[in-house]
């Protein structure tokens, strides 16, 4: 499995007591595959894709990405890892206001130490994967909301993750361009063999994932095929 936690637990301080935010968590996901992660508010959702993105350690339990075995690695070697092989799509784009949408891309793979005319044309190729080729010189206030996201997908691509995760992509977007990009994220999945966990609270999209799981109280129930 190209994502693999095991067993994860993750707790916070909450007064003179700790609050438990995973309990016993276990989820697989393989390359190009899109498992959706429903429940409510303070279910759980948020801390699980914080510890699959090895953003905060779990207290116990294993987490297994592309392969490697997070546990023994220093904060400099998750920061290194999730550089490398985990790509992030959160809630809001957060694009820089300056930037075009290729730029947005690049500074990606500048990070990474990748040359300036791959980063170029990879950029180009991803935008024209997520539909928005012809607004790679278009600056975040001359896209709408969907393209805006459509950027974000496509920057969090950019350096080839094995896995992505994406946190509430369509909260500020309407059905029809909430299905749009739901939509891409699943062919992109296929397409480029990602392991994906999606964390929505649109169920009425929840047909394009592969297998939907649902929390509660920090706890996972067992996953399934939608119809």
């Given at each position: 499995m190209t994502l693999s936690l095991t067993h994860v637990t993750l707790s916070h301080p909450d007064g003179d007591a700790r609050l438990t935010a995973l309990d016993g968590v276990s989820l697989e996901v393989a390359a190009g595959a899109l498992t959706a992660v429903v429940g409510p508010s303070g279910s759980g959702k948020s801390s699980l894709l914080a510890v699959a993105a090895t953003l905060v350690p779990p207290d116990s339990g294993r987490v297994v990405?592309?392969?490697?075995?997070?546990?023994?690695?220093?904060?400099?070697?998750?920061?290194?890892?999730?550089?490398?092989?985990?790509?992030?799509?959160?809630?809001?784009?957060?694009?820089?206001?300056?930037?075009t949408s290729a730029e947005q891309l690049e500074v990606m793979a500048h990070v990474s130490g990748r040359p300036p005319r791959r980063a170029r044309d990879r950029a180009r190729e991803l935008l024209d994967a997520v539909g928005l080729g012809d607004r790679a010189g278009r600056r975040p206030h001359e896209l709408s909301g969907g393209q805006r996201q459509r950027v974000n997908i496509a920057r969090a691509l950019m350096n080839g993750p094995a896995v992505l995760l994406v946190d509430e992509p369509t909260s500020a977007l309407d059905q029809e361009r909430g299905a749009a990009v739901l939509d891409l994220l699943a062919t992109l999945t296929r397409e480029r063999g990602t392991a994906t966990v999606l964390v929505t609270h649109d169920r009425a999209h929840l047909h394009r994932a592969d297998a939907v799981v649902t929390m509660a109280d920090g706890r996972m129930r067992a996953g399934r095929v939608p119809a």
């Open positions: 990405v592309d392969g490697t075995d997070t546990g023994p690695l220093s904060r400099a070697e998750r920061a290194e890892l999730r550089r490398d092989r985990v790509g992030i799509v959160f809630q809001q784009p957060n694009l820089l206001p300056s930037l």
